[in-house]
Structure formats: structure tokens, C-alpha cells
């Protein structure tokens, strides 16, 4: 089945559930990237053009407990056309990682580490200038500009919130002991965390 699609001048590329391929004739022919080690023969969840620089997010479904769980296994992308390929691995969190130091006039904001690619599939994502985009369904909204060497995340409004930005006060004090209680960015009981698609335009 094919899930992307993106068209460059006269190149039609598509991401199906078998990989990736492109079209230099409309459709007539195809050529199939499957004999790319990088690709690994997985299934393309995302796909994004920019210039000479295509970036594929990669995934599969794990059967566990009798169940088939989206599985992400990282990113694929060329900086030449399609000539040589690149991957790395699925963005995830070291178990420690739950604290973003200093955003806005917060000392720090509680974020869920997701330490483990299952639920953790890239479903979208976009590429700028020096920018990479993906949106992940556990794994939220992040951004590289590094080519997938780190990641940050970036904080999305909770379900009880309709915008948020660095001024935003993101705690509330403990009646009894005038304690800072800052809010948990937790995307199991908030949906606005996790992300489905992103598109960047500057």
C-alpha cells in the first residue's frame, strides 16, 4: 500500500508499506530503493522533499500479545538526491530525561521520557532550511538540526490549554507549603501531546 507521496519537478516519489521508490517518467517505470541496507525492507510511515534532501521515517508492526504494535525504527534520508543514504536510529529518551531546564520564566518542566520505540512511530514529517521536523505519536513534536544526531522536544499546550509559550506561568503553588507543583507533560492522559502531522514553512 502506498501511505506517502511527494512530487519533485518530474520525480514522483512514494513510501509504501514494502519501502521506498521514485519515478523519473510519470509513473511508467519505478525504481525501488529495497536493496538499501539503510531501509532494512521496513515500511515508510513519512516522507519529505527538500531541495536535494529527502528524509523517510521507517517502521513496523511488533506482535506482542497477540496484538500488532506500531513499532518505530528511525529515520532514512539522503543529502544528494538518493544517492547515498543515511540512518539513524528512532528518537527516544534516556530514562532520566523527564526535566526541560529553563523554558521561558519556568526553572523546569516535567516531560515523560519515552525510552522505548513501540507507540513510538514517526507518522509526519517536514523539513526547512537547517530544520527537520516529526511528529510522533508517543514521542510528540521534535526537531534536529543536526540530521537526527539529537533531538529536542518541543512543549505543546496540555488538553486544558489552547496555547503555550515561554511567558506562560506552568506551575501552581501547594497550599500548605507554598511549594512549586509544575505541570506534568504526560501524553497518556493528554492527547494534545501526541503529534500526527507537522508541516514547516520558514
Do not use: C
Not at 75 to 80: E, G
Amino acid at each position: 500500500s502506498v501511505s506517502q507521496m511527494a512530487v519533485q519537478e518530474s520525480i514522483i516519489w512514494i513510501g509504501t508499506s514494502k519501502g521506498l521508490s521514485k519515478s523519473t517518467n510519470f509513473g511508467m517505470s519505478w525504481i525501488n530503493y529495497n536493496n538499501v541496507p539503510q531501509f532494512a525492507n521496513e515500511g515508510i510511515y513519512a516522507l519529505d522533499i527538500f531541495n536535494n534532501t529527502i528524509w523517510t521515517s521507517t517502521g513496523f508492526s511488533k506482535d506482542k500479545d497477540n496484538e500488532k504494535i506500531p513499532t518505530g525504527s528511525g529515520y532514512t534520508y539522503s543529502t544528494d538526491s538518493g544517492q547515498n543514504w543515511n540512518h539513524v536510529g528512532q528518537s527516544l529518551d534516556q530514562r532520566g530525561d523527564s526535566i526541560i531546564a529553563n523554558y521561558g520564566i519556568n526553572d523546569s518542566v516535567y516531560m515523560l521520557p519515552v525510552v522505548v520505540p513501540e507507540q513510538n512511530v514517526t507518522y509526519d514529517l517536514s523539513i526547512s532550511q537547517s530544520t527537520v521536523w516529526i511528529a510522533s505519536w508517543a514521542g510528540g513534536l521534535r526537531k534536529s538540526t543536526d540530521n537526527g544526531t539529537t533531538w529536542n522536544r518541543i512543549l505543546l499546550p496540555l488538553d486544558n490549554m489552547n496555547s503555550i509559550k515561554p511567558s506562560d506561568t506552568l506551575w501552581m503553588y501547594a497550599p500548605f507549603n507554598s511549594k512549586k507543583y509544575y505541570f506534568r507533560f504526560d501524553p497518556r492522559p493528554n492527547n494534545n501531546l501526541k503529534a500526527f502531522s507537522v508541516l514547516a514553512t520558514d
